[in-house]
């Protein structure tokens, strides 16, 4: 049973737009939300994230949203360039064992 | 530079024949983990350690082992691999959440291992 869910395998966005990446969860107890960007050949980096008692962070063009209602969050990238090409993967943390658990990753593809 | 480091990036053997991939971290974190990634699974926790010499099962441990003597290297062990052990596996480490760390983790930049 996956408790995070990116339902999204791939999107393609042009430049200059905004990408809007989904992630989808199960467990409401967790408590920490992150995000990570993978480049091909090379390993996951950490991106933004944010607190469940939170509904909002933002960082430069990367803003997170957090609906704990539907248990939904979003990345949104604005505006999107060619360096943001990439696997964008989502992750939750328990505070209790301080394990993350993985989304399967949506492949980013910025147009020109 | 903070990094973490894994050898080798590339390898491919054959059934039975043990392998052991090194992870070394120069951060002085506490915790260091090992994933694999498979095609539309993400990424899949095998064994993570939360200091030297404590060591736990992540969701997927069948198959390897590990060990945490020293705190800024944790290898992995396939004693005797199989096909279906065929992946690209990931060293992470992070200071433990304790320090007010949100579990952001630091990645190598990868294993691809190929068992035939």
């Known amino acids: 049973d996956q408790q995070v869910k990116q339902n999204s395998p791939s999107l393609s966005v042009q430049e200059g737009r905004i990408s809007i990446l989904n992630c989808d969860y199960t467990?409401?107890?967790?408590?920490?939300f992150l995000w990570y960007k993978k480049y091909p050949a090379e390993g996951p980096t950490f991106l933004i994230s944010?607190?469940?008692i939170k509904d909002k962070n933002e960082d430069g063009r990367f803003t997170v949203f957090l609906n704990k209602s539907a248990k939904h969050l979003s990345l949104h990238i604005v505006p999107s360039q060619p360096g943001d090409s990439a696997v964008y993967f989502c992750a939750a943390s328990l505070d209790s064992n301080y394990q993350l658990i993985w989304g399967a990753g949506t492949k980013l593809i910025i147009k020109p | 530079e903070a990094q973490v480091t894994q050898n080798p990036r590339y390898l491919i053997t054959v059934t039975g024949k043990k392998l052991t991939v090194t992870c070394s971290q120069n951060m002085n974190h506490e915790y260091m983990s090992w994933y694999r990634q498979d095609p539309g699974l993400g990424l899949r926790q095998i064994y993570y350690?939360?200091?030297?010499?404590?060591?736990d099962k992540g969701d997927v441990p069948e198959g390897y082992k590990v060990s945490r003597k020293e705190k800024r290297n944790f290898p992995l062990i396939l004693e005797s691999p199989s096909p279906n052990q065929t992946s690209l596996y990931f060293c992470a480490s992070s200071f433990t959440r304790g320090r007010g760390n949100t579990g952001e983790l630091f990645f190598g930049e990868g294993s691809r291992l190929t068992v035939l």
């Open positions: 944010i607190s469940s």
């Open positions: 467990n409401s107890m967790f408590d920490y």
């Open positions: 350690s939360m200091n030297v010499e404590v060591t």
